[in-house]
């Protein structure tokens, strides 16, 4: 009856770490780098009416990163923009991103806009 219960909980877990592993390599790569980026660039970034420095930006988007991956949700660089680091899941507010004299942007559209140059510059 143990190994049952066992396998049974094993059975439940795997799913839980099979996900990273099933990235494509080049998806992988792209989100590194997005996750990169973030912590190495000099902006602030705002969540729920908050700035935060770059290299807490990217722990959190990391944090939620690692969550939804966990559920299946991403395929794509573009998922993991998407899920991660577009909007809070709690109140559903849209993250900003400021970088120096810049005006501000969504950080969708900031990720997005980098995402698209550094596919540019990989071929």
């Given at each position: ?67 939804v991956l966990g ?35 969504e950080s969708s559209e900031w ?13």
């Open positions: 009856m143990k190994h049952v219960k066992l396998l049974s909980v094993v059975t439940l877990l795997l799913p839980l770490y099979g996900y990273a592993s099933d990235l494509n390599p080049e998806t992988e790569k792209q989100i590194n780098h997005l996750l990169s980026f973030v912590s190495a660039s000099s902006c602030k970034f705002m969540r729920n009416s908050t700035w935060h420095e770059a290299t807490d930006a990217a722990d959190h988007i990391k944090k939620k990163y690692d969550y559920k299946g949700l991403v395929d794509t660089p573009e998922d993991f923009i998407k899920y991660s680091a577009t909007k809070s899941s709690l109140s559903g507010r849209k993250y900003k991103v400021k970088c120096g004299a810049e005006p501000e942007i990720l997005l806009t980098e995402l698209a140059l550094f596919r540019s510059t990989e071929k």
